[in-house]
Nanobody, 129 residues
Framework: QVQLVESGGGLVQAGDSLRLSCAAS????????MGWFRQAPGKEREFVAA????????YYADSVKGRFTIARDNARNTVYLHMNSLKPEDTAAYYC??????????????????????WGQGTRVTVSS
């Protein structure tokens, strides 16, 4: 199990950029796939981005592809979400998630919130038009 703490959310204008960070506790960060999900008021929690254990493979929702970049620093036990060209529809609470890798993940698993074991408390992003 890992404890996750997100930071970096805030109120920005459309077109601005933000960087979210997620700090993980524990010494087994390497054993986890990391993902970002978001949830807007009244909506289901949805996949945003994910990154493999080594960081060499990334996955994105179509709605953020080309604007958001996920990255991880295994030496610092931290995963980042760089968000550019923000839109009002990006407004949501953003959650960091960790999925323990027992066997190699197929591509399809990365986007499913049920595959992730541990979650942060969320950080709110509000984009004004």
């Amino acid at each position: 199990q890992v404890q996750l703490v997100e930071s970096g959310g805030g109120l920005v204008q459309a077109g601005d950029s933000l960087r979210l960070s997620c700090a993980a506790s524990g010494r087994t960060f390497w054993n986890y796939v990391m993902g970002w999900f978001r949830q807007a008021p009244g909506k289901e929690r949805e996949f945003v981005a994910a990154i493999s254990q080594s960081g060499d493979t990334t996955y994105y929702a179509d709605s953020v592809k080309g604007r958001f970049t996920i990255a991880r620093d295994n030496a610092r036990n931290t995963v980042y979400l760089h968000m550019n060209s923000l839109k009002p529809e990006d407004t949501a609470a953003y959650y960091c998630a960790a999925g323990f890798v027992r066997t190699a993940w197929t591509n399809e698993r990365y986007g499913h919130k049920e595959e992730y074991d541990d979650w942060g408390q969320g950080t709110r992003v509000t984009v004004s038009s």
